[in-house]
Nanobody, 119 residues
Framework: QVQLVESGGGLVQPGGSLRLSCAAS????????MGWYRQTPENLRELVAS???????NYADSVKGRFTISRDNAPNTVYLQMNSLKPEDTGVYYC?????????????WGQGTQVTVSS
C-alpha cells in the first residue's frame, strides 16, 4: 500500500507560480513511477506530468516549458513546479504513484489539491 498526501495548491493570479508537493509513504518509493494528473470538466483525469523511477520525464503539450516535475527519493516526495500559470490550468491536481506488480502495475492516488488561476 502507498499513501500519498498532496499540498501546495491555492489561488494564484495568471502568470504566477505554485509548487505542488506529494509525500509518499508505505512502499519502496524509489521504484515507482510518479505523476501529476488534472481533473477535466468531463470528470476524467488527464496526465499533466510524469517522472519514472530513473528520472525520465514526460509532459502534456499544454504545460511544456512552464511546468517541471521532479522527485526526491529521500524524503519520498515528488514536486510539480508550475510557472506562468494560465486560467486553463485551473483544476484539482492528483498525485499518482505507479507500483510495478507482476506483469502490470498498481495505481495509487492522493486526495487531490485545488489549483485556481484567476484574477
Amino acid at each position: 500500500q502507498v499513501q500519498l498526501v498532496e499540498s501546495g495548491g491555492g489561488l494564484v493570479q495568471p502568470g504566477g507560480s505554485l509548487r505542488l508537493s506529494c509525500a509518499a509513504s508505505g512502499s519502496p518509493f524509489s521504484i515507482n513511477d510518479m505523476g501529476w494528473y488534472r481533473q477535466t470538466p468531463e470528470n476524467l483525469r488527464e496526465l499533466v506530468a510524469s517522472i519514472t523511477s530513473g528520472g525520465s520525464t514526460n509532459y502534456a503539450d499544454s504545460v511544456k516549458g512552464r511546468f517541471t516535475i521532479s522527485r526526491d527519493n529521500a524524503p519520498n516526495t515528488v514536486y510539480l513546479q508550475m510557472n506562468s500559470l494560465k486560467p486553463e490550468d485551473t483544476g484539482v491536481y492528483y498525485c499518482n504513484s505507479r507500483e510495478p506488480y507482476g506483469l502490470g502495475h498498481i495505481d495509487y492516488w492522493g486526495q487531490g489539491t485545488q489549483v485556481t488561476v484567476s484574477s
